[in-house]
């Protein structure tokens, strides 16, 4: 959550989207005049004040496609704040989109009352076919390197909003070279009550720890917890060790490198690449 990424599909082959949204809402807007594809996955806060639909997206679309999932039915608000603040961006953009998918509010409630659907995954494949563009509601086996710190990025970070909700979406693809880069941070001197709260969230067990982190936790993803853990004992390491600063981390995708290393292979028995650290 909190993270965009604009790519060029006119050469590369790119897969786009995010996973785990519950009343968050991640969006994915494909142009296949320009070829290029965006992805970005809001919350409440997020859809308020980043406007990168109506300030970033003109300068690389034309005639955007647009999908939606996520934000499903819920007692507390946070959905529909969601998809509110995103569908106003869309209306208020100089861009036509046109919508193809919008899994989203009632559309996205099953009879349980849970979420019919978690995650958007759009594969773009290179030369930009109109009917390259598939959409998916798998997630990705690899969801990508550093997931800890950013997952703790807006919690950390000195040039944030405080607390977990931020204010503006983090771009984490280089476009022009095709890398994933994921954003450096500021630390923010956190005092010890922080580090001490911090700390004593992770002994709580996974199911308090559950209802206490969650805006639905009923229906969040089994990897929820662990994820959200590891993110507290990034942040409580990184007091720790006083650490001031954290540089950008680039990274390439690299299909022989990662197969040798053991990636192994996905359903259909084709080799899986990897993310490879860029120096």
Same mark, same amino acid.
């Given at each position: 959550? %909190?993270?965009?990424?604009?790519?060029?599909?006119?050469?590369?082959?790119?897969?786009?989207?995010?996973? =785990?949204?519950?009343?968050?809402?991640?969006?994915?807007?494909?142009?296949?005049?320009?070829?290029?594809?965006?992805?970005?996955?809001?919350?409440?806060?997020?859809?308020?004040?980043?406007?990168?639909?109506?300030?970033?997206?003109?300068?690389?679309?034309?005639?955007?496609?647009?999908?939606?999932?996520?934000?499903?039915?819920?007692?507390? %608000?946070?959905?529909?704040?969601?998809?509110?603040?995103?569908?106003?961006?869309?209306? =208020?953009?100089?861009?036509?989109?046109?919508?193809?998918?919008?899994?989203?509010?009632?559309?996205?409630?099953?009879?349980?009352?849970?979420?019919?659907?978690?995650?958007?995954?759009?594969?773009?494949?290179?030369?930009?076919?109109?009917?390259?563009?598939?959409?998916?509601?798998? %997630?990705?086996?690899?969801?990508?390197?550093?997931?800890?710190?950013?997952?703790?990025?807006?919690?950390?970070?000195?040039?944030?909003?405080?607390?977990?909700?931020?204010?503006?979406?983090?771009?984490?693809? =280089?476009?022009?070279?095709?890398?994933?880069?994921?954003?450096?941070?500021?630390?923010?001197?956190?005092?010890?009550?922080?580090?001490?709260?911090?700390?004593?969230?992770?002994?709580?067990?996974?199911?308090?720890?559950?209802?206490?982190?969650?805006?639905?936790?009923?229906?969040?993803?089994?990897?929820?917890?662990?994820?959200?853990?590891?993110?507290?004992?990034?942040?409580?390491?990184?007091?720790?060790?006083?650490?001031?600063?954290?540089?950008?981390?680039?990274?390439?995708?690299?299909?022989?490198?990662?197969?040798?290393?053991?990636?192994?292979?996905?359903?259909?028995?084709?080799?899986?690449?990897?993310?490879?650290?860029?120096?």
């Amino acid at each position: 959550m %909190g993270e965009q990424a604009l790519v060029d599909f006119s050469k590369f082959t790119w897969h786009v989207g995010s996973t =785990d949204a519950t009343t968050c809402l991640i969006v994915v807007a494909v142009c296949h005049v320009t070829m290029k594809a965006w992805t970005a996955h809001y919350n409440s806060e997020l859809a308020k004040r980043d406007t990168s639909i109506i300030d970033m997206l003109p300068d690389h679309m034309q005639r955007p496609d647009v999908w939606l999932v996520g934000s499903f039915c819920e007692p507390t %608000g946070e959905s529909k704040a969601t998809l509110a603040g995103v569908l106003l961006q869309l209306q =208020d953009s100089q861009l036509p989109f046109r919508v193809r998918l919008a899994c989203v509010d009632a559309a996205n409630t099953a009879a349980a009352g849970g979420p019919r659907a978690l995650h958007l995954t759009m594969g773009c494949v290179s030369g930009g076919a109109t009917e390259s563009a598939n959409a998916s509601p798998a %997630g990705f086996v690899d969801r990508g390197p550093e997931l800890p710190r950013r997952f703790a990025h807006d919690h950390l970070d000195a040039g944030s909003s405080s607390g977990s909700a931020g204010g503006r979406l983090r771009n984490i693809v =280089d476009t022009a070279t095709a890398r994933l880069r994921i954003p450096g941070l500021r630390c923010r001197r956190l005092s010890p009550l922080y580090i001490q709260y911090y700390a004593a969230q992770l002994e709580l067990p996974d199911a308090v720890f559950l209802q206490k982190s969650s805006t639905s936790p009923k229906y969040e993803p089994l990897n929820f917890v662990q994820d959200v853990k590891e993110a507290y004992r990034y942040i409580v390491s990184q007091a720790e060790a006083k650490v001031t600063h954290v540089a950008d981390a680039c990274f390439e995708w690299v299909d022989e490198a990662a197969t040798a290393a053991g990636a192994g292979e996905d359903g259909e028995g084709h080799a899986l690449g990897g993310w490879r650290p860029v120096v």
